[in-house]
């Protein structure tokens, strides 16, 4: 199998939006995501992608049915093997975004966007995921947590 990973079982007691997920990741071994982070937004899902492609794409598959290679999300970044990275996803009605340590990655406006999954097994990550792709990776220090209302004020404001 190509793909691996790890889904929760919380189902209908995950928050769909105004929540933030933060975790560390690494690459092991291999060329392809070493972290796709599958989360909720409102009543669908999406994933971030990190070293995708190869190895060096970022961004959320899928935005309007595209994947994270061919959307206004996507990025490149220079990933290393064994080298732990930070992973945060910021979740509100207005937007997604996304960082990698303490660079912002993904700043996506919800507003006339189609969310989706990529077809395929991904989506055997709904609702909350993370999976690998032809890849070793290590995660630790998964956590999930409600925004705060100062917070999401902040996110709406322009």
């Given at each position: 199998?190509?793909?691996?990973?790890?889904?929760?079982?919380?189902?209908?007691?995950?928050?769909?939006?105004?929540?933030?997920?933060?975790?560390?990741?690494?690459?092991?071994?291999?060329?392809?995501?070493?972290?796709?982070?599958?989360?909720?937004?409102?009543k669908a899902?999406?994933?971030?992608?990190?070293?995708?492609?190869?190895?060096?794409v970022?961004?959320?598959?899928?935005?309007n049915?595209?994947?994270a290679?061919?959307?206004?999300?996507?990025?490149?970044?220079?990933?290393?093997?064994?080298?732990?990275?930070?992973?945060?996803?910021?979740?509100?009605?207005?937007?997604?975004?996304?960082?990698?340590?303490?660079e912002?990655?993904?700043?996506?406006?919800?507003?006339d966007?189609?969310?989706?999954?990529?077809?395929?097994d991904?989506?055997?990550?709904q609702?909350?995921?993370?999976?690998?792709?032809?890849?070793?990776?290590?995660?630790?220090?998964?956590?999930?947590?409600?925004?705060?209302?100062?917070?999401?004020?902040?996110?709406?404001?322009?």
């Open positions: 199998m190509t793909l691996s990973g790890i889904t929760s079982t919380l189902g209908s007691a995950l928050p769909r939006t105004n929540y933030e997920i933060t975790l560390e990741a690494m690459r092991l071994q291999g060329g392809d995501f070493f972290c796709a982070l599958t989360f909720p937004v409102g899902a999406c994933s971030f992608i990190v070293g995708g492609w190869g190895g060096v970022v961004g959320i598959s899928s935005v049915y595209a994947d290679s061919d959307n206004e999300t996507t990025r490149s970044g220079d990933f290393v093997d064994n080298r732990w990275y930070r992973i945060r996803v910021r979740v509100t009605d207005a937007k997604i975004e996304a960082w990698i340590d303490q912002q990655m993904v700043e996506l406006e919800l507003k966007k189609k969310i989706t999954m990529r077809p395929g991904i989506e055997k990550s609702p909350l995921g993370l999976a690998t792709f032809q890849t070793r990776a290590a995660m630790r220090d998964i956590r999930l947590r409600r925004l705060t209302p100062a917070e999401i004020a902040a996110a709406a404001a322009p």
